[in-house]
């Protein structure tokens, strides 16, 4: 299982044997893929007559059909070991489109021990003859493709995998990993932490922007979405919350299951898995939107008044953005040194600690812009952050708060260099994608916007972004030309090249 490993082995090595003491002939049996080298023929009238030669090439045509055997006859090509995304280049991987997760895990806090088996629903947008999954650390027991043992190696984050039988452009697969092991946590290029968080009483699974791959094998690009089941079994006593609706729960022997149902196209890196104890709060929300917050047990009195304004949060955002677009809400608070920043995980952000209620609005207004409207490359982060940012000033600006103008002109008046740092759609690097520029020059491109246009087609342009778009992907280009076309006779030439775009400060409007 390490990058040395052959593909494959067995019976072709037994009749290379054979191959090789028999003589060597040009002739080779037709319709065979056999790369043996050619040499001279047999003389007749030697000692390496006609027979021998009749041998020389009954074992060149059983090699060759080994080699075919095991490779499953295997025509087309090895899906790219990565997207080229322009600040993760290895994340996610082509020639396949994932439609569907199912994992089927078992943690055991003690031991800091991860048991898994996922099953990956995908399609082949080209002839594939094997394909990679992003996977960090963990030991890789099995993988099968359609059911049947697939070969596979391993090599950094890469999980290649080589199928038996061909998979051909728009075919529909099954693949099956075994793996266990210690999840690891990983160190972002800004120094943050992801992946698999142990906390005291559990474990705090975060992914953004490539943390999935610490505890499952998967696409992890946000460009690939899909749909999730999880079955998470823990020791009893414990809960474990995750993405979507809580469908089960199950206990025998000691352990506790939780099968977790996400059927909204979900991006990687907003896959979430909290495990510990927590104090659970279910309810409905007005259109009868489930509710689901989990709160340890410690922040719960600190928690209580701002998840309180949940319902009202929700109200508004539906005003301001356009319907819900997912099927249930509701929020994870662990303790601050679980995680050291809140996220956006879909249906439910994370909070370490008691929310602050800006913060709660911000992590809410992601499940619009983020998590449903997903960015196309994490070059687009502006578009996640730009809008939730710009969603804290919109509530000021309906709750008896500074006005976003007021908030704009107190951004541009202050001393703050790192405001002006890099326009916030071409960071300088991976470490910089979660900086000031992305998130309030971000939202200062929108007010910039608004103040085009007019509040009217702004908030039009606000609901139709995440209506075109919805459960999809979309990139700077794709926002920026739906814009011009919702208001062709504007004129967003100085706000693209300044402000999203441009380098420095940007002159007074």
């Known amino acids: 299982m390490s990058s040395t490993r052959r593909w494959c082995h067995g019976p072709a090595h037994r009749i290379a044997r054979v191959y090789r003491s028999a003589p060597i002939v040009r002739s080779v049996a037709p319709g065979t893929r056999s790369s043996a080298p050619a040499a001279r023929s047999a003389v007749p009238g030697s000692r390496w007559s006609a027979r021998a030669a009749r041998t020389a090439v009954a074992a060149t045509a059983l090699l060759a059909l080994a080699v075919t055997a095991c490779d499953g006859g295997v025509h087309g090509r090895p899906g790219g070991s990565g997207l080229r995304d322009p ?10 489109d994932v439609s569907h997760y199912g ?8 031991r800091a021990r991860l048991t898994g088996t996922a099953v990956i629903t995908a399609r082949a947008t080209e002839d594939l003859s094997a394909f990679d999954l992003d996977l960090k650390g963990l030991r890789v027991t099995s993988v099968a493709v359609e059911g049947r043992g697939a070969r596979f190696q391993r090599a950094g984050q890469e999980l290649t995998v080589r199928p038996h039988d061909e998979l051909r452009r728009g075919e529909t697969f099954e693949v099956s990993v075994r793996y266990s092991g210690t999840p690891q946590t990983l160190t972002d290029p800004d120094r943050s932490e992801e992946g698999w968080l142990r906390t005291a009483d559990g474990a705090l699974a975060l992914g953004e922007p490539v943390g999935a791959m610490a505890w499952f094998p998967v696409n992890d690009h946000p460009s ?3 749909a999730y089941d999880l079955a998470i079994t823990v020791p009893q ?5 995750s993405n979507g609706e809580l469908s089960e729960e199950t206990t025998s022997g000691g352990r506790t299951t939780f099968r977790w149902h996400t059927a909204e196209p979900m991006a990687s890196y907003l896959a979430t898995l909290a495990i ?4 659970i709060t279910r309810s409905t929300l007005p259109g009868h939107l489930p509710s689901y917050v989990a709160v340890d047990p410690a922040q719960a009195a600190a928690s209580r008044p701002v998840l309180a304004r949940l319902p009202e949060i929700m109200r508004w955002a539906q005003d301001s953005f356009g319907p819900y677009p997912f099927s249930s809400t509701g929020a994870i608070v662990d303790r601050p040194e ?3 920043y809140a996220l956006e995980t879909q249906n439910r952000p994370v909070f370490p600690g008691a929310p602050d209620l800006p913060t709660l609005v911000h992590e809410l207004a992601h499940q619009w812009y983020g998590d449903s409207v997903t960015p196309e490359t994490w070059r687009d982060m502006w578009l996640n952050e730009g809008f939730a940012t710009y969603a804290e000033w919109l509530w000021d600006e309906d709750h008896d708060g500074p006005t976003a103008q007021q908030t704009f002109d107190a951004l541009y008046r202050s001393d703050d260099e790192d405001l002006w740092a890099f326009p916030p759609a071409r960071p300088t690097d991976a470490a910089h994608i979660s900086d000031r520029p992305v998130y309030d020059r971000g939202a200062m491109v929108l007010h910039r916007i608004r103040r085009t246009v007019g509040d009217d087609l702004f908030y039009d342009i606000l609901q139709g972004w995440a209506a075109v778009h919805r459960h999809g992907t979309a990139g700077t280009a794709d926002f920026t030309a739906y814009v011009e076309k919702k208001a062709p006779d504007k004129d967003f030439t100085e706000i693209w090249r300044d402000w999203l775009y441009g380098d420095g400060k940007p002159a007074h409007p």
């Open 276 to 279: 510990g104890h927590y104090e």
């Open 237 to 241: 006593g414990l809960q474990a919350v």
């Open 338 to 340: 679980d995680a050291g």
């Open 103 to 110: 994992l089927t895990l078992a943690y055991d806090p003690g």
């Open 224 to 226: 690939d979405k899909a």
């Open 87 to 96: 600040y993760f280049p290895k994340a996610g991987n082509g020639g396949y």
